[in-house]
């Protein structure tokens, strides 16, 4: 198969999997209830921190593996007894991963950025997770969660065609793939979108503060996609996993979303 046919058939992929993957996603954000949402989103979790781990090099020990799926399962189900309790379950991911180096230290011996990496992973995947969740239990914290979803696949969207079509200049050297019109493009329709949302869903909002949010929500997605590059980079791979079709893994097509969501819950919280 020639590159060029190959790319359109890796293209077709992925519109057929956002065709199908975007309208489960929102019919799982207003039809099902609270413990149902906050299921799919700790399996979602479980495999994101799953794809992450199988980047690092050397490999996870299975221990690691085991004692922080455990804890993903505590966090989560935590939020169905109360949203706080999640809290005191935190420091346990640093202090389990401890733990286990205590007793096969001799067996795996790695360096401190080693360690950083393993430790950073569940912060890096769950946290924003968890403040999907609590955004979703706000309210009117559905239709939020269409806001930020609307606007980062919009600004996805929008970075990859505007780049695919006039992109010249590249962005970082971290992601040739990426350019700064790619990147201009993609806060264009995160504002767009923004603007529309807003003025359909939240009419008391002045439009002026709804485009802002959407630009800031899109340059957070930005940054995060460009720091699972980096992740991905460092690891010498091209995606961090297979299950979704001309996308690559769920940590690929969610990674705007990590760095997104927690910029939008500080702004419901303030």
């Not at 733990?99 to 924003?128: A, E, H, M, N, W």
Request: contains cysteine; charged residues 15%; aromatic residues 10%.
């Amino acid at each position: 198969m020639s590159k060029r046919n190959r790319t359109m058939t890796d293209h077709a992929k992925r519109v057929l999997t956002a065709f199908i993957a975007v309208p489960l996603l929102v019919a799982a954000v207003l039809v099902a209830p609270f413990w149902a949402l906050t299921i799919v989103i700790m399996g979602a979790t479980l495999l994101a921190v799953h794809e992450f781990y199988a980047m690092l090099r050397p490999p996870v020990s299975k221990a690691i593996v085991v004692v922080t799926d455990l804890l993903i399962v505590c966090l989560f189900l935590s939020l169905l007894r109360t949203e706080m309790l999640f809290i005191a379950l935190l420091p346990f991911f640093t202090m389990s991963v401890l733990t286990v180096f205590l007793f096969t230290y001799r067996k795996d011996q790695r360096k401190s950025g080693d360690l950083g990496r393993i430790l950073i992973g569940p912060f890096y995947i769950c946290l924003p997770l968890l403040f999907f969740l609590l955004i979703a239990g706000l309210p009117r914290g559905k239709t939020w969660i269409l806001f930020i979803l609307a606007v980062i696949f919009a600004g996805d969207t929008g970075s990859f065609y505007v780049g695919r079509w006039l992109g010249k200049h590249k962005l970082t050297p971290i992601s040739p793939g990426k350019t700064w019109e790619g990147s201009v493009g993609g806060l264009l329709a995160n504002g767009i979108s923004a603007a529309i949302f807003g003025s359909l869903f939240f009419p008391a909002l002045s439009l002026i503060s709804v485009v802002v949010l959407g630009i800031g929500l899109g340059i957070s997605g930005q940054v995060g996609d460009l720091a699972e590059s980096l992740l991905k980079r460092i690891s010498n791979i091209k995606d961090s996993g297979t299950v979704l079709p001309g996308h690559g893994g769920l940590l690929d097509r969610i990674d705007s979303l990590l760095f997104a969501i927690p910029v939008l819950y500080l702004y419901l919280s303030l």
